[in-house]
């Protein structure tokens, strides 16, 4: 036969995670930042790949920061290793 008892809620509720931002998040919002750091600055993003790292994959994340930074006009480009993303200077003579 079962034994009951009673015990308070406190000690037998498992205890509340706190939870940080996902890893998704974090990734985008490091993205997101440096890319308008770079901007800020006038500078073009230069981001190394590893060898483990998709050129695709890396586009993709530049490009969903700029959309969410509102800039539509971005340069993506990759160069060997490299991912460049930068606005494209107009020419003075146009």
Same mark, same amino acid.
């Given at each position: 036969? !079962?034994?009951? %008892?009673?015990?308070?809620? +406190? ?9 940080? !931002? %996902? !890893? =998704? ?9 440096? #890319?308008?750091?770079?901007? $800020?600055? @006038?500078?073009?993003?230069? /981001?190394?790949?590893? !060898? $483990? +790292? ?14 969410? #930074?509102?800039? =539509? +006009? &971005?340069? /993506?480009?990759?160069? @060997?290793?490299?991912? &460049?993303?930068?606005?494209? /200077?107009? +020419?003075?003579?146009?």
């Amino acid at each position: 036969m !079962p034994h009951f %008892s009673t015990a308070p809620v +406190d000690e037998v509720a498992p205890k509340r995670k706190t939870r940080g !931002p %996902s !890893p =998704r998040f974090v990734l985008q919002q490091e993205y997101r930042e440096a #890319l308008q750091n770079a901007l $800020d600055a @006038g500078e073009a993003l230069v /981001i190394e790949l590893e !060898p $483990d +790292d998709k050129a695709l994959t890396v586009r993709n994340r530049v490009k969903k920061a700029s959309e969410a #930074l509102g800039h =539509r +006009d &971005l340069t /993506i480009r990759r160069k @060997g290793n490299r991912v &460049l993303a930068y606005h494209r /200077i107009a +020419d003075e003579a146009s």
